[in-house]
Each structure stands twice: as C-alpha cells, then as structure tokens.
C-alpha cells in the first residue's frame, strides 16, 4: 500500500489526480492523508469527488473516506474496463481535471471508450476545454493514442452547466516524444469569448492584445454566446509553432478591467515568444505522466512550476522511474526520462 501524503509539494488537488491516475495505470493501492493541505478549503470538494468516484467507475476500485470535505481516502483499484461513462460535477468544479484522473487509465484500455462530464469547461483554476482541444491531445496524439474532445456546451465560473464529450481510442504503449526545439511561431491568433455580457469586452481585449503583441485584425477573433450560458468571459491567445501550438488564457473577473486581462494575458505571451522553449508551464505538468507512461522522453520548458514539481514527485512513488531536471540556461529546463 503506498502512502502519500496530500500536503506535499502544492498541497492542492494535483496530488489526489495523479496518484488516482497513477493507482489505476499501475494496479497499485495508495491511503493519502492531507488532502488538499494547502488550500483555503481543504478535503475533498465536488470536483475532486467526482473525479475519486469517476476512477473507482472506471477500474472498479475499492475506496473508503469518499465523503465532501473528507481529507482521507484509501484507494484499492481493479481492473481497468473500456466503455461509456458519464460523470457530473453538479457545480463549475473543472470538467477537464477529472477527464485529467482518468484519461491515463483509458488511453491504455481495453478497447475504446466515451467519456461525458458536466461541469465547467472554462475554470481559471485549471486547464480549459480550448487548451486540451489545441495543446494538450495534438501533442498527446504524436503519442500515440487518438483523443477527442468536443465542448458540447460551455460552462463558465462559477456558474458552470457546460459539457465535454470526450472520445478515447487507446494504444498498447504510449511513444516517446521529444520537444527540444520550438521554431519560429508560424500561426497566431487571440479569440475572446463572452456569455451573458457586453460584446464590447471582448472588442477591448482583443484591442489591447493588437497593441501588446503588435497584431492585425486578421489575427484576432471574437465569440458572442448566448445569455443562457454566461456570464463568462475568456481570452485565449495561440502560438503555433512546428511542434505543437501553446494556448495562454486570461479570464474576466469582476473589478478587473478588460485591458488588463489582456495585458496580462500579453505579457505571458511575450514572455514564451522570448523563451523559446516549445512547451509552456501548464503543458510541463500535463505531459509527465504520458511521459512516464511510455517510459521515455524529453522536452524543454521554461520556469519549474509546483505543479511541475509536484507531480514529479508522486509519479515517482508510483512508477520506477526517475526524471531528469537540468537547467538548460537562465528560465529553461530541460526534463528527461530515460528508459
């Protein structure tokens, strides 16, 4: 039985998705303790629930402590079965986080499965349906296994409501990758979304991202969605590159000008234009279990999340494996795993 212990690293919910992905992949149980240490509200909260149920749905697994607010589970998987399932957070808990848990488990299944979650598509606590859709699964694809995701409808924070249809044709093993070199950007583009509010929002943002990143009207595009789906508003801004295309998000909130949305949204932009690094922060964290997965790999990326660190951290009690982290220069690191 491994033990982990929720509080390390970040202390938030990456710890639980992980080891949950991992026990499936593996067949190896766990008892966590801590979970989610370091957040306001600790235990386990609707997102996380679902997604511990979500798990034990898909590999039959034995699990004890599976209550809101709970801060221990003991895990106990069987074994991994294909199929339809149908998960609903019932709030804007991240549709994407639990896809997230059991994705690894499915991609390496017994045949191919379908995977429906309601809930919120587009959290700025986590990865939106946008950056799986245009990051994540074209890189995950090179892998290997064919995923595909279609945002049935959006669900925005904190209202949620939105859905994911996620289709899965999984693989015997997963590839190697290697991401060293990014390459010139060749394909740019800012889209701004907004539900239940002013097109104007959305006009300004993108005006603003014009300026920053010094952008004509054809690299800009905005989407007005109905009422019934907001309020809501996202500002995603893609770099496409020879290996994969980076997605920076930004998110309305109340009391935070639309320029500044998109200023910060800008600046982080710029700043992975500069690094030259092919794989951006977020996308480093989401790519250490397909790594493990296929027992090797290498990328490039920028600053070390905890994230980052922290999933490291739990693969590593789960697989006999070890990752390599060197610093390849001032702000890039270079993560390897080698067979």
């Known amino acids: 039985m491994i033990k982990i212990d929720g509080s390390m690293g970040e202390g938030g919910g990456q710890v639980l998705r992980t080891s949950l992905a991992l026990s499936m992949v593996t067949g190896q149980p766990f008892v966590m303790s801590s979970i989610r240490a370091g957040r306001k509200k600790p235990g386990l909260l609707r997102q996380h629930l679902t ?39 019932g709030s804007a808990g991240s549709t994407t986080l639990v896809l997230q848990t059991v994705l690894p488990a499915l991609i390496r299944a017994n045949g191919p ?29 090179k892998m290997g296994p064919k995923v595909d995701v279609e945002l ?125 690094v092919p794989v951006g922060m977020h996308l480093a964290d989401q790519l250490l279990i397909p790594l493990a997965l296929a027992g090797e790999g290498t990328f490039l990326t920028g600053q070390l999340t905890r994230h980052t660190k922290t999933n490291i951290s739990v693969i590593e009690k789960f697989m006999s494996c070890a990752f390599d982290v060197q610093d390849a220069a001032p702000g890039r690191h270079l993560i390897s795993l080698r067979a």
């Open 51 to 89: 997604a511990v149920k979500a798990a034990a749905e898909v590999s039959c697994a034995h699990v004890s402590g599976v209550s809101l607010g709970s801060d221990a589970i003991e895990f106990t998987p069987g074994p991994v079965n294909a199929g339809s399932y149908h998960f609903s957070i």
């Open 113 to 141: 499965s379908e995977v429906v979650i309601e809930g919120g598509t587009h959290n700025p606590f986590a990865p939106t349906a946008h950056f799986l859709t245009t990051c994540f699964l074209p890189v995950l694809a």
């Open 152 to 276: 049935v409808r959006h669900g925005f924070f904190p209202a949620g409501g939105g859905q994911i249809r996620v289709t899965i044709e999984p693989v015997e093993r997963l590839e190697p990758i290697s991401l060293i070199e990014r390459g010139e950007i060749t394909d740019r583009r800012a889209i701004a979304i907004v539900a239940g509010l002013p097109g104007a929002i959305a006009d300004r943002e993108l005006e603003t991202v014009a300026k920053k990143l010094k952008w004509t009207q054809e690299d800009l595009r905005h989407e007005l969605l109905g009422d019934g789906l907001g309020p809501g508003n996202v500002l995603s801004i893609e770099l496409g590159s020879e290996q994969l295309t980076e997605v920076i998000t930004g998110f309305g909130e109340k009391g935070v000008s639309s320029e500044q949305v998109a200023r910060r949204a800008a600046k982080r932009a710029n700043e992975y234009i500069s690094s030259g």
